[in-house]
């Protein structure tokens, strides 16, 4: 079933699917991508579960909101709740894949009642560049520079196109741990690349500069839903300790670490990521 929800904070038209029917699931995206990353995934849950994806404003060849700006975790997790709330699924198990994770958790925050569990996948509560540097400087100079990026215009645009036409960006992703050289099928990284090209640079800036500021951190020792976390500890972007810290945080939470395994563990071996979260489903309440 497709859809498009219109979001309650600025009418800005979102577009959703279901596939499959069942207990709800809900998934939020990865930094400035689109459904690409969940091609395994929601064929196999869509057969017990009504699995609704979408694409963030901006996204998934959609134009440029009206309002820029408000390309953000903390918009993107009221969107969520917008779409669940015009497929009438509520409430979800809400799934977050790398930046994805911030915006599931901003959307327990604002919407609790929306989410019947979490499950999170190699990503952070916020924050992500604080392992590098914790600087409140450091990081408002790197948001700053994301948005001044993305107001470059033709200069923006094209350095995406060019980043996503070479085999640079590529090499980057295996060499930080972003994805496995031999596992992660390389028409995931085409695609993502692909999807960032065509996007408006200005949103990109936006999105970037929200992932640097955001953090859920704090609201971390207030999750009372059941919390399923899963990392990879090849995974150099959000390392193990990161998601070991958000196990000790939430309270009863779960974590399951793949060895050998990177950012992308979900495409990368989907059937044992799918096994230990079909575990997790089966012994809701």
């Given at each position: 079933m497709?859809?498009v929800?219109?979001?309650i904070?600025?009418?800005?038209p979102l577009r959703?699917?279901?596939?499959?029917?069942?207990?709800?699931?809900?998934?939020?995206?990865?930094?400035?991508?689109?459904?690409?990353?969940?091609?395994?995934?929601?064929?196999?849950?869509?057969?017990?579960?009504?699995?609704?994806?979408?694409?963030?404003?901006?996204?998934?060849?959609?134009a440029?909101?009206?309002?820029?700006?408000?390309c953000?975790v903390?918009?993107?997790?009221?969107?969520?709740?917008?779409?669940?709330?015009a497929?009438g699924?509520?409430?979800?198990?809400?799934?977050?894949l790398?930046?994805?994770?911030?915006?599931?958790?901003?959307?327990?925050?604002?919407?609790?009642?929306?989410?019947?569990?979490?499950?999170?996948?190699c990503?952070?509560?916020?924050?992500?560049l604080?392992?590098?540097?914790s600087?409140?400087?450091?990081?408002?100079?790197?948001?700053?520079?994301?948005?001044?990026?993305?107001?470059t215009?033709?200069?923006?645009r094209?350095?995406?196109?060019?980043?996503?036409?070479?085999?640079?960006?590529?090499?980057v992703?295996?060499?930080?741990?972003?994805?496995h050289?031999?596992?992660?099928?390389p028409?995931?990284?085409?695609?993502?690349?692909?999807h960032?090209?065509?996007?408006?640079?200005r949103?990109?800036?936006?999105?970037?500069?929200?992932y640097?500021?955001?953090?859920?951190?704090d609201?971390?020792?207030d999750?009372r839903?059941p919390?399923?976390?899963?990392?990879?500890?090849?995974?150099?972007?959000?390392?193990?300790?990161?998601?070991e810290?958000?196990?000790?945080?939430i309270?009863?939470?779960?974590l399951?670490?793949?060895?050998?395994h990177?950012?992308?563990?979900?495409?990368?071996?989907p059937?044992?990521v799918?096994?230990?979260?079909d575990?997790?489903?089966?012994e809701?309440?």
């Open positions: 497709n859809g929800a219109s979001s904070a600025d009418g800005e959703y699917d279901v596939k499959g029917s069942g207990p709800p699931i809900l998934v939020h995206n990865g930094l400035v991508s689109s459904v690409g990353h969940w091609r395994f995934f929601v064929p196999h849950f869509a057969a017990e579960h009504a699995v609704v994806t979408w694409d963030y404003r901006g996204h998934g060849g959609a440029a909101p009206r309002d820029v700006a408000s953000s903390a918009r993107f997790a009221e969107d969520g709740h917008a779409v669940l709330d497929a699924l509520a409430p979800a198990v809400v799934t977050g790398s930046f994805g994770v911030q915006v599931a958790l901003e959307h327990y925050r604002r919407h609790p009642g929306d989410v019947r569990a979490l499950v999170l996948i990503g952070t509560a916020g924050h992500p604080d392992r590098v540097s600087s409140a400087v450091v990081r408002r100079g790197l948001a700053a520079a994301a948005r001044g990026f993305g107001r215009g033709l200069l923006a094209a350095v995406l196109t060019l980043s996503a036409r070479s085999r640079i960006a590529r090499e992703g295996y060499l930080t741990g972003g994805a050289r031999e596992l992660c099928p028409e995931v990284l085409d695609d993502l690349f692909a960032v090209a065509a996007m408006d640079p949103v990109v800036g936006a999105v970037v500069a929200s640097v500021e955001h953090s859920a951190a609201l971390l020792a999750v839903v919390t399923l976390i899963i990392a990879g500890d090849r995974d150099q972007l959000t390392p193990v300790p990161v998601a810290d958000m196990h000790r945080r309270a009863g939470s779960r399951v670490v793949f060895p050998g990177t950012h992308l563990v979900q495409v990368e071996r059937r044992e799918h096994a230990v979260i575990e997790f489903l089966a809701l309440p």
